[in-house]
């Protein structure tokens, strides 16, 4: 798997971890619309998220591509993403990097995405 990680400095980590969480398990539901997401031109019909969490970690699953972990801490959101390819990596971090600038409001939180690692490289670079 490929791997890419991130921290997001903000006051507001457990409640960006908590509303991503929230949304991943709005999306598994039947009663959630399918549309267009950040970083593709169709609904993401194939993916089939689900997510758990605590105010302080979080795991968003986007089955069968791959998956996010969070953890919050007082001043950051360390986000990591590992996925099956370079495709879906790229398309994990489009929707979390769109819903972190959905919810983030007037904070306008930065995400900046490193190139991912190889897999057994054990860090990004």
Do not use: N
Request: glycine share 8%; aromatic share 4%.
């Amino acid at each position: 798997m490929l791997t890419a990680e991130t921290q997001i400095p903000t006051d507001l980590a457990s409640r960006y971890l908590t509303q991503l969480c929230r949304h991943a398990t709005a999306v598994a539901t039947a009663g959630h619309r399918f549309r267009p997401h950040a970083g593709g031109d169709t609904p993401i019909r194939d993916v089939h998220p689900s997510a758990e969490a605590s105010d302080t970690s979080g795991v968003i699953r986007f089955g069968p591509w791959g998956r996010c972990t969070l953890e919050a801490a007082a001043t950051t959101l360390t986000v990591r993403v590992e996925a099956v390819d370079q495709e879906k990596l790229s398309r994990i971090q489009d929707i979390i990097t769109h819903d972190l600038h959905r919810f983030g409001g007037r904070e306008h939180p930065t995400v900046t995405w490193p190139e991912p690692a190889a897999p057994g490289t054990g860090a990004t670079t």
